[in-house]
């Protein structure tokens, strides 16, 4: 059994447009990252960024799940990845939103998933409040790494395009995002 | 687990215009995602495998799964789940081999630098359109990058193909930092007992070679064969060469001019062994101690991205030190170097050295700057009658010494012995293309 963790936020990047090309080389590092001590140093990086970006945090989603991991796992990866494929357009006109994502599987009953637990002991009237989502962002270097079966980092849209419109976020197939508060 | 061994292997990695991802799988432990496959299933079986109804909200993505190839990443899906997807590396290569993807440069530009398209037919006779005009030159050019998009099957067309011409501000500022040393050295009267080699990151070095191209003659010797993940972004520097062909191909007036050599700066980037990397790193391909001789070089700018770093690459510490002991001048220079003010202390030692001490420091300091040393960083290697003052520096200090190296000796092909499966990878494909090697999908490339 496995349980998987998932953080999404959609950031504004205008006025930070630094915010792409920063997390776009955390990826690009993070490529390099395999082992557990290169895995926990870039995931800091990756805590870092999201962290110091959260004031432009539009809307979201976490998800910490111990039935059917694996599964949903799966399917925030395929969902992910498939944006590789999308058309231009599908990320709507001149818009300046920017989809980053973090999943996790780790192993159940382990040490990191306990430490997943613990940080997602949240009430739900804060599910999404931007200090929630600065504590989740925070945990992924304190996971221990031999512990965890599978992870990735998203940044949608590349840098190619200027970004996501909010339109497009807020529409079919994204229905579960929800604003960040505070 | 150790810190040093591979721990995870990279399952996905995407670095396109719509996304940019990485996605990891622990070594020995079952995949909790299923692989995708490439093959076989169609969009409609795929959305009555998964059933549309039932899928939750995220998978609509995995719903409009097609196949795709777009912003320069080619990628041919179909998803379908395979049920024994674990530890072995006999799969993981085998998913490698389904996944078919190409690199994709960080910078496309949909132009050459003269806001041509005719690079698309340029990159087909890349290698003879770069081939220096001087026969003497000729044997030194190394055309096993140039000969990529010939090699690779591009049909002189952006559609379909990862091949195109790329430039990132760093290579625009390399270009302006070329054709300012192409200024200063044309300056100084700099002539063919000069030669310059460029050891910067793959694209600068091609930038900056493009800035001193009409000046002096150029000398491409990049080998590294291209690949998604090869230790050596040299599809980027493929890129780049695309970019300033136009200007790549200017050739200067005269033929007393320095020679310039190109290196792929990144060519001895760190590896270590890891299985999901395609080892295409390379040493130096420059003439010997005794062909530079025969090429009437006395003197060599060894030009490295920052200045005061001024340890030389491990391929080239026999050559320069065998340069030193056969009387041949090798400085090194930085790249930012190139243009910049002098420091405050070289222009004081200067003014010291020629001017009368009675004179007020400031003045001192405007009028030696102003009687020609904005070319300062060449003048301190005393080449051009400069150094007066014996003000120096490290990298005018610069002296090859022998060292112990990390390559003991050994030398790399940038993935040679691979070429002729990579190539089939980098190839073109059809849409729905499946089965076939694409780099090491099962024949061990970089383990």
């Known amino acids: 059994m496995s349980t998987f963790f998932g953080v999404q936020l959609a950031f504004e990047s205008k006025g930070r447009e630094d915010l792409r090309a920063e997390l776009g080389r955390t990826v690009r590092e993070h490529r390099k990252s395999t082992n557990v001590l290169a895995q926990r140093q870039c995931w800091s990086r990756a805590a870092a960024a999201m ?103 998203y940044i949608a849209p590349g840098e190619g395009l200027s970004g996501f419109e909010r339109s497009v976020l807020e529409g079919e197939g994204f229905e579960y995002l929800r604003p960040v508060r505070g | 687990m150790s810190d040093a061994a591979d721990d995870f292997l990279v399952e996905a990695f995407f670095d396109s215009r719509t996304l940019i991802a990485v996605r990891f799988s622990a070594v020995g432990v079952p995949a909790a995602s299923p692989a995708l496959t490439l093959e076989g299933a169609t969009f409609d079986s795929w959305t009555r495998n998964r059933g549309h109804d039932a899928a939750p909200p995220k998978a609509r993505w995995a719903n409009t799964l097609v196949v795709v190839a777009v912003g320069g990443i080619l990628v041919s899906i179909v998803v379908g789940v395979v049920n024994s997807v674990r530890d072995d590396r006999a799969n993981i290569a085998a998913r490698e081999a389904a996944v078919r993807v190409v690199p994709t440069v960080q910078s496309p530009s949909e132009t050459d630098v003269d806001g041509s398209t005719g690079w698309q037919a340029g990159a087909l006779t890349l290698s003879e359109d770069l081939l220096p005009s001087a026969p003497d030159l000729r044997p030194y050019a190394v055309r096993i990058l140039t000969d990529v998009p010939a090699d690779a099957g591009f049909k002189g067309r952006v559609d379909g193909s990862w091949i195109r011409p790329s430039v990132a501000p760093a290579d625009r500022q390399a270009f302006d930092r070329g054709m300012t ?178 004179q007020p420091s400031s003045r001192r300091s405007t009028s030696t700057y102003r009687s020609g040393l904005p070319y300062w960083w060449l003048y301190r290697y005393g080449w051009f009658g400069g150094a007066r003052s014996g003000w120096t520096d490290p990298d005018a200090s610069y002296r090859a010494t022998q060292r112990g190296t990390t390559i003991g000796g050994r030398t790399f092909d940038g993935g040679a012995s691979q070429r002729a499966s990579v190539m089939s990878g980098l190839g073109p494909r059809s849409a729905t293309s499946t089965g076939g090697t694409w780099g090491r999908g099962g024949s061990g490339v970089g383990s």
Request: some cysteine; charged content about 20%.
């Open chain 1, 51 to 153: 962290s110091d970006f959260l004031p432009q945090a539009v809307i979201g989603t976490w998800d910490l799940l111990r039935d059917g991991g694996p599964a949903a796992y799966e399917e925030w990866a395929s969902g992910l990845e498939v944006m590789a494929g999308w058309p231009d357009a599908d990320f709507g006109r001149g818009g300046s939103l920017v989809l980053v994502s973090a999943i996790f599987l780790v192993e159940a009953g382990s040490s990191a998933d306990v430490t997943l637990g613990e940080t997602c002991d949240i009430a739900e009237a804060a599910f999404h409040d931007r200090a929630t989502y600065a504590r989740l962002a925070k945990v992924f270097p304190m996971l221990n790494f031999t512990q965890v079966q599978g992870s990735g980092l």
């Open chain 2, 181 to 358: 040393l192409a200024e200063s050295l044309k300056g100084l009267g700099a002539s063919r007992d000069l030669a310059v080699i460029l050891d910067l990151p793959g694209p600068q070095s091609v930038a900056a070679a493009a800035g001193l191209a009409d000046f002096a003659p150029v000398v491409m010797t990049m080998d590294n064969i291209p690949h998604l993940r090869g230790v050596v972004k040299s599809h980027e520097t493929l890129g780049a060469l695309l970019y300033w062909r136009p200007r790549l191909m200017r050739r200067p007036a005269e033929p007393d001019r320095p020679v310039v050599f190109v290196l792929e700066g990144e060519r001895l980037a760190p590896y270590a062994n890891q299985q999901d990397v395609f080892d295409n790193r390379s040493t130096a391909r420059l003439p010997s101690i005794e062909a530079f001789a025969k090429l009437g070089v006395k003197k060599v700018l060894y030009v490295r991205p920052e200045a005061g770093k001024t340890v030389e690459q491990d391929d080239l510490v026999d050559l320069f030190v065998g340069l030193e002991k056969a009387g041949v001048d090798v400085r090194h220079l930085g790249f930012t170097t190139i243009g910049s003010p002098p420091p405050e202390s070289y222009v004081a030692a200067e003014a010291a050295a020629s001017q009368p001490a009675s």
